[in-house]
C-alpha cells in the first residue's frame, strides 16, 4: 500500500484545514487509517483513526471534537479535517494504514505516507 498525505499549508489559529490521504496499491485489503503529527524535536503522537469500514473513529484527546477522519472509498481517499487550529498543531502531518483498530501506536500501523507539513500562525 502506498500513501500520499497532502493538504498542508499555513493557516492563522481558530482557522480550517483538510488534509488527504491517497492510497494506491492493495486498496481492497482491510486497513485502518491512522492519523500522526510530529512537531520539531518531539516524538510522532496519534491524532486519529477510521477504521477500514469507515463506521469507527477514534480520537486522541488533544483534537476531540475539533478535528474529523472521514473517507471517499470511490477515490481511494482518507480525509483529516481539522477545525478551530491551534499554535500547538503545528506538525509534520502523516496519514499511516494498518491491521489493528483502535490503534494508537506508531508500530501498530506497517505503510506511511511522506507527511504534509501544517503551521499554524498566532
Known amino acids: 500500500v502506498q500513501l500520499q498525505a497532502s493538504g498542508g499549508g499555513l493557516v492563522q489559529a481558530g482557522g480550517s484545514l483538510r488534509l488527504s490521504c491517497l492510497a494506491a496499491?492493495?486498496?481492497?485489503?482491510?486497513?485502518?487509517t491512522g492519523w500522526f503529527r510530529q512537531a520539531p524535536g518531539k516524538e510522532r503522537e496519534f491524532v486519529g483513526t477510521?477504521?477500514?469500514?469507515?463506521?469507527?473513529?477514534y480520537y486522541a484527546d488533544s483534537v476531540k471534537g475539533r478535528f474529523a477522519i472521514s473517507t471517499d472509498n470511490a477515490k481511494n481517499t482518507v480525509y483529516l479535517q481539522m477545525n478551530s487550529l491551534k499554535l500547538e498543531d503545528t506538525a509534520v502531518y502523516y496519514c499511516?494504514?494498518?491491521?489493528?483498530?483502535?490503534?494508537?501506536?506508531?508500530?501498530?500501523?506497517?505503510?506511511w505516507g511522506q507527511g504534509t507539513q501544517v503551521t499554524v500562525s498566532s
Open positions: 499511516a494504514a494498518g491491521k489493528g483498530f483502535p490503534e494508537d501506536r506508531v508500530e501498530a500501523y506497517d505503510y
Open positions: 496499491g492493495r486498496t481492497g485489503s482491510r486497513y485502518a
Open positions: 477510521i477504521s477500514w469500514t469507515s463506521v469507527g473513529t
